[in-house]
């Protein structure tokens, strides 16, 4: 089965970049056609999808976030990674990366997700 696991830094101190990694395994993040996606979930609040990198490594960010996001992948590593810059309190979250496909839930994997405070 596919599996996705996040990491990075729990804490980012404001104004710097957050970075995280999806390292993803029994799966490779090239095959057509899946979606490698990154969501995240403030406290008392709902899924806020961030964007995805496709498998074919075209990019889409939700307009929220687009001009502080930033998305890439390495193919050796079966590795993709988000950025977002200038960070303040309200980018605190929990962070999940996740496998869509366009045919439904049957294709959809999920990692556990990442806590990740933005704080000085």
């Known amino acids: 089965q596919v599996q996705l696991q996040e990491s990075g830094p729990g804490l980012v101190k404001p104004s710097q970049t957050l970075s995280l990694t999806c390292t993803v395994s029994g799966g490779s993040i090239t095959t057509n056609y899946y979606y490698w996606s990154w969501i995240r979930q403030p406290p008392g609040k709902g899924l806020e999808w961030i964007g995805y990198i496709s498998y074919s490594g075209n990019t889409y960010s939700s307009p929220s976030l687009k001009s502080r996001t930033s998305m890439s992948r390495d193919t050796s590593k079966n590795q993709f990674t988000l950025q977002l810059r200038s960070v303040t309190p309200e980018d605190t979250a929990v962070y999940y990366c996740?496998?869509?496909?366009?045919?439904?839930?049957?294709?959809?994997?999920w990692g556990q997700g990442t806590q990740v405070t933005v704080s000085s």
């Open positions: 996740a496998r869509f496909g366009l045919v439904g839930s049957v294709s959809n994997y």
